[in-house]
């Protein structure tokens, strides 16, 4: 069970960092999710699929804020991770990030989990 960090990305008001859990990559989003912060998320979530890693765990307990730009970055990453045989998780949301997957379905698309640890149980 590899539990290193294996990278990290920040930009303003979002860092991000991954690291590999099993078959797994956790991906960690911390702050805000917006037009402006995007891509410091997307970069690495299609890093993972492309090595190899098509089962994401997007520990969003950290993440303070997702606008529609940000679904969009998830729900991308679900479909290139559903190309490849895996999926996207996302653990521990916070009620004001829930509520943007809430209001536009896309909790439908999603596994969710209460916690990380739930999302990791494989």
């Known amino acids: 069970m590899d539990r290193g960090m294996v990278g990290s990305a920040s930009k303003g008001r979002l860092q991000v960092e991954v690291r590999h859990h099993g078959a797994s990559a956790v991906v960690t989003p911390a702050g805000e999710l917006d037009h402006h912060t995007a891509e410091v998320l997307r970069e690495p979530l299609e ?3 492309e ?3 098509a089962r994401l765990v997007v520990d969003c307990s950290k993440l303070e804020f997702c ?3 940000g679904l969009n970055v998830l729900l991308g990453a679900r479909l290139k991770a559903e ?7 996302l653990a521990g949301m916070q009620p004001i ?3 943007v997957f809430e209001i536009t379905g896309a909790e439908a698309v999603f596994t969710l989990h209460d ?5 990791l149980v494989e």
């Open 83 to 89: 190309a490849e045989g895996g999926g996207v998780h």
């Open 115 to 119: 916690s990380l640890d739930a999302a």
């Open 51 to 53: 090595g190899g890693r």
């Open 67 to 69: 606008d529609s730009t």
């Open 47 to 49: 890093r993972c699929v």
């Open 97 to 99: 990030v829930a509520r």
